[in-house]
């Protein structure tokens, strides 16, 4: 075989924000890939759906409906997948929110827990509880989605600011945990055509330039697998140059 392998031939991946968007596409890619993939998100029915599609590529798919700012329900999430496949060797912190899309003067504070929560906080304790297992285990590997809003300010103001922080997360993680093999790495995509950015999209120019989550996908491949060995605590930035980007 190649020194460079792109295969995730008997990996388990957990992917929040598995649903839709750009968490189902890298689902759906990792299992074209060789990974079983658990999929999670709050809404069961929507994520029953992608394990199926998980399932016709060959590969095992899981279904668990799990809100990542709950520290409680993500225990239960990491238990699930523990119980069901005794290993985690892949995270992929994708789940994200923006409830609240207007200038800092006149955030709320509940604008600001929420955003913080969903963004950051949750990403922390799963990826807290993943690395236990997987230094358990001997290694793993962690991607935490940002967004090019976290690189440079962007109109979304609050959610900027939780962007940021997952790029110092992910870098604060990988120089603790790249001693005992757990990488961890982050993509900040620009605008792609989702559900979650669809006022920033539909019915402008960006329509037409605006990337689609198969683009984030190929960078998570990239990182999951051992092509990117030597990679850790870095930001690979999926936006076309700034076509389309938030910047
Ligand atoms: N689209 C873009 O232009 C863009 C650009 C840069 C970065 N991003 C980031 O990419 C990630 C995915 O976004 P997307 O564009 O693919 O959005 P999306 O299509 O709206 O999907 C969001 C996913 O997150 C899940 N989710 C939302 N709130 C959750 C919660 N509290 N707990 C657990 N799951 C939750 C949703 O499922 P449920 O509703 O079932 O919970 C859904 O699976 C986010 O972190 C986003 O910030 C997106």
Redesign the pocket.
Same mark, same amino acid.
Do not use: E, Q, Y
């Given at each position: 075989m190649s020194i460079v392998n792109y295969s995730l031939e008997n990996k388990v991946a957990l992917v929040? $924000? !598995?649903?839709? !968007? %750009? $968490?189902r596409a890298i689902a759906l890619t990792f299992a074209e890939n060789g990974a079983d993939v658990v999929v999670s998100?709050?809404?069961l029915p929507?994520l029953e759906q992608v394990a199926e599609e998980i399932k016709a590529t060959g590969r095992r798919g899981v279904a668990i409906a799990?809100? %990542? +700012?709950k520290g409680e329900e993500s225990k239960n999430l990491v238990d699930k997948v523990k119980e069901e496949f005794g290993r985690i060797d892949i995270l992929v912190n994708? +789940? $994200?929110?923006n409830p609240y899309m207007g200038p800092l003067i006149d955030a709320e504070e509940w604008a600001w827990d929420v955003t913080m929560n969903?963004n950051l906080k949750g990403p922390f304790l799963l990826g807290q509880m993943v690395a236990r297992v997987m230094l358990e285990q001997g290694g793993g590997n962690i991607i935490n %989605?940002a967004?090019t809003a976290g690189i440079n300010p962007s109109s979304l103001h609050i959610y900027s600011v939780t962007k940021a922080a997952m790029i110092m997360l992910t870098r604060v993680m990988a120089m603790e945990w790249g001693k005992d093999n757990i990488r961890v790495n982050t993509i900040a995509? !620009?605008? %792609?055509k989702?559900?979650?950015?669809e006022a920033l999209w539909k019915g402008t120019p960006a329509e037409e330039r605006a990337a689609i989550?198969e683009d984030v996908a190929g960078a998570a491949l990239y990182l999951a697998s051992d092509a990117s060995r030597f990679v850790n605590g870095q930001t690979i930035v999926v936006s076309g140059a700034g076509a389309g980007g938030?910047e």
């Open positions: 929040t $924000g !598995g649903s839709r !968007g %750009i $968490g998100s709050r809404k929507d799990s809100h %990542i +700012a994708n +789940a $994200g929110t969903v %989605i967004s995509p !620009g605008l %792609i989702t559900r979650f950015s989550p938030m």
